[in-house]
Every structure is written in C-alpha cells, then in structure tokens.
C-alpha cells in the first residue's frame, strides 16, 4: 500500500497557536474558506486566557484551546502538555500567529518539518523583538515580513515567503505596524494553502516549492 497517496486524499488538518488579537489567524481562515482550500483549521490554541483571538475563532466557529503557561513550572514542562494537546488534533500543520513564546528545540524535533512561522521583518534581519523600532534606527529604506519554517533557533528557519514595503520619511512604529500588518494578511494564507495542497515542505535546511528550492529570502512579493 502507498501510504502517500492515502495521506494526500485526507483533508488537512491545521492548529493555530496564538496569543494575542489574532488577526493572522482570522486571515488564514478566511482565505482558506473563500478558496474553497481542501484543509480543515481543528484547533486555535492560545497560551493566554480571553485574548481577542479566542473569539474571533470562535466567531468562525473554529475550535478553542487555552494552554495557559503560568500553570507550568518550567518552559519544557509547557511545551510537554502542548505537544500532547496538538498530538489529539492530529495536527499535519502547526501555524505560529503571533504565538508569543519561545518553543524549545524538544517541540521544534518532535514537529520536525511542519511549522510555520510569521515574522515582521525581512529575515535573517531583524531576528526577535521590536523590529519596526529597530529598521528606523537603522535608517532602512525597506522593510517586510516573513514567512518561515520553524527549526530549533528563534526565527531563524527557511523563508517561504517575504512581502517589502518601503519606509517613507514620515513612518513610524505604528504606521510600519499597519502596513505590515496588511502584508502579513496576505502572505501568510498563501503559504498555508501551499502547504496544505502539498506543495511546499521543509527538507535539509531548506524550503522547496513543487520540488524547487526557493531563495533562501523565501519567494518575494
Ligand atoms: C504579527 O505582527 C506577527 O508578525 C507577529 O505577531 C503578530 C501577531 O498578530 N509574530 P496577530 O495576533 O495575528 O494579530
């Protein structure tokens, strides 16, 4: 039997993990409902209590979980009992939206090559906190956002895909913040549905589409 083959006509199944407002989660469930996309959203799962994301997922009428953090006494404890949660929704695909926490390599090796992450820089630049900051310091002319496959270092995995945007004179934190934002929106829900379709996986230390390695910028828009 081609075990292959009896994967490929079961429907996706994704997990959303996230801490916050939520609106990268919202986004990719939209799009995939629009599109018709042949893949199924089983959980959002948050480590934060009442965050405006458990609701939008439950005004979808999606699944909600919250794995609070502060009832675990160490990082790897936590991320023992969110490997367990995610392994009862049978996951194929865990999507990072926001999801505001380091995860340890033992989660990252258990999930080896189905995590992605959404970034708000152009990576490998900008890697961790407050990058909208960090590019006006730097007086860059352009900015962006990535998609990335997760691997045991913090935003530092293969790129999928990067939208730019260029910084005009008057930007600030929150402005960058706004335009991003809508990028993210767009980007992310593409790279899920390729995904999902089979199309992109994470192998070695790179991303490849339909077989191709993509750039290791990701593909940009
Ligand atoms: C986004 O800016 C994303 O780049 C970062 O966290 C934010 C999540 O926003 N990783 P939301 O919760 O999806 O609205």
């Known amino acids: 039997m081609n075990f292959g083959d009896v994967k490929a006509a079961t429907k996706a199944r994704i997990v959303i993990l996230i801490s916050g407002s939520g609106s990268n989660m919202a986004a990719i469930a939209d799009a995939l409902k629009e599109q018709k996309v042949d893949a199924e959203i089983v ?18 009428d999606l699944h909600t979980e919250v794995l609070n953090h502060k009832n675990f006494a160490s990082r790897q404890a936590y991320d023992m009992a969110l490997i367990e949660l995610i392994n009862r929704f049978q996951a194929d695909l865990i999507v990072l939206a ?16 189905r995590i992605l992450n959404i970034h708000p820089s152009l990576l490998p630049k900008y890697q961790g906190l407050h990058t909208h900051q960090r590019v006006l310091d730097e007086n860059d002319k352009e900015h962006g956002v990535t998609v990335h496959f997760v691997n045991e270092n913090l935003d530092d995995g293969p790129n999928v895909i990067q939208a730019l945007i260029d910084i005009e004179d008057d930007d600030t934190v929150a402005s960058l913040e706004r335009k991003i934002r809508a990028q993210e929106h767009i980007i992310y829900p593409i ?26 910028s990701g593909l940009r828009i």
């Open 43 to 60: 959980a959002v799962i948050s480590n934060k209590e009442e965050v405006a994301g458990l609701q939008k997922a439950q005004d979808r």
């Open 98 to 113: 926001g999801f505001m926490r380091v995860l340890s390599p033992a989660f990252v090796q258990y999930f080896p090559d």
């Open 191 to 216: 790279a899920v549905k390729w995904f999902v379709e089979g199309r992109l996986k994470y192998k070695g230390s790179r991303a490849l589409i339909d077989g191709q390695e993509l750039p290791k």
